[in-house]
């Protein structure tokens, strides 16, 4: 029988599309019920106006999450506190989409956006590897493969390489831009500082949803 280790374990593998860090990290799970095979997740924002194109698939992902784990037959997620949280909840627990979910407002799905934001994960994760490589001497990186390198921010790199559909080989490059082209020795300064760049907007973000959220709830022992 699944217990609520085993829920907040599948949870920790979904992100904020965004910050491209863990919900549990975050501090954005509020609770997990389980009875028999169901299971009912709580999700809390930052703020009760956070962009419900983010919300939606934070909901939806988690609920597929957690439908995936063995001997779960429902997952309900209660996203509570925002302003769209009915639409969202509805739409989700329905099996639709963001677009079913506001109809008079959105006009498409969210691939696109996801994608973005995945392409921006990558750059970001691409510096810290650099940078952990640049600390222990290594000073050739267009001439290593991803053989080569090691390390959680490696493995989500291989991670999102593979859902963006670039090569995620063991052989292939271990650096490459958004759209997967290698860098090359000439152009690796300029794609260190853009990487550099997006780390420290994503990371700059995190800190001030810890912070809202902190506030929001008065949370004790969370990390801002």
């Given at each position: 029988m699944t217990a609520v280790p085993d829920v907040l374990c599948a949870l920790e593998g979904v992100r904020d599309p965004e910050l491209d860090q863990s919900l549990v990290e975050l501090g954005f799970v509020a609770g997990v019920q389980v009875e028999r095979d169901a299971v009912v997740v709580r999700l809390r924002l930052p703020t009760y106006f956070c962009a419900p194109n983010f919300a939606f698939l934070m909901v939806a992902d988690a609920r597929a999450a957690v439908e995936d784990l063995p001997g779960v037959h429902r997952a309900r997620i209660a996203l509570e506190d925002h302003f769209t949280a009915e639409e969202i909840n509805r739409a989700v627990d329905c099996g639709e989409g963001f677009v079913e979910a506001f109809p008079d407002h959105a006009a498409e799905e969210l691939d696109e956006l996801r994608t973005l934001f995945r392409r921006k994960a990558?750059?970001?994760?691409?510096?810290?590897?650099?940078?952990?490589?640049?600390?222990?001497g290594v000073k050739d990186l267009a001439a290593l493969r991803l053989?080569?390198?090691?390390?959680?921010?490696?493995?989500?790199?291989?991670e999102l390489r593979a859902a963006l559909g670039l090569d995620a080989r063991p052989e292939a490059p271990a650096f490459v831009a958004a759209d997967g082209v290698p860098v090359g020795a000439a152009d690796m300064p300029r794609f260190v500082r853009m990487?550099?760049?997006v780390s420290l907007s994503l990371e700059g973000n995190a800190g001030l949803c810890r912070g809202l959220l902190k506030t929001r709830y008065d949370l004790e022992g969370v990390a801002a």
């Open positions: 990558l750059l970001a994760r691409q510096g810290r590897v650099i940078d952990s490589l640049k600390a222990t053989s080569d390198v090691e390390g959680p921010d490696a493995d989500r790199c291989r990487t550099h760049l």
